[in-house]
């Protein structure tokens, strides 16, 4: 019903910027709210930021505040997330997630989950 896809993750040196794109589609009544976990090798999944459908509030993981923005674009399609300042530690599988409750995609419970892309931080 719904499909997420993230893109722009790669290989970049320690104090460098990314910035994820994840781009939605299916059918949709309402734009869920959306957010950004990841999971490195051995790790559990940690949340990193989340969005609500207007993009008018956001949420960040303590390990990134700061650092990381989330955003919406205009047409609410798209969910990014500028990485800046990047740190080795922040080397792992970014996903993007949806539901139809913030609360469920605050918690890591979201409905919906992109296939990840991998962010690799170099010292």
């Known amino acids: 019903q719904v499909q997420l896809v993230e893109s722009g993750g790669g290989l970049v040196q320690a104090g460098g910027a990314l910035r994820l794109s994840c781009a939605v589609s299916?059918?949709?009544?309402?734009?869920?709210?959306m957010g950004w976990f990841r999971q490195a090798p051995g790790k559990e999944r940690e949340f990193v930021a989340a969005?609500?459908?207007?993009?008018?509030?956001?949420y960040y993981g303590d390990s990134v505040k700061g650092r990381f923005t989330i955003s919406r674009g205009n047409a609410k399609n798209t969910v990014y997330l500028q990485m800046n300042n990047l740190k080795p530690e922040d080397t792992a599988v970014y996903y993007c997630?949806?539901?139809?409750?913030?609360?469920?995609?605050?918690?890591?419970?979201?409905?919906?989950w992109g296939q990840g892309t991998q962010v690799t931080v170099s010292s």
């Open positions: 997630a949806a539901d139809s409750r913030l609360s469920q995609v605050r918690s890591g419970e979201s409905d919906y």
């Open positions: 299916g059918r949709t009544i309402n734009d869920y709210p």
């Open positions: 969005i609500d459908w207007s993009g008018s509030a956001t």
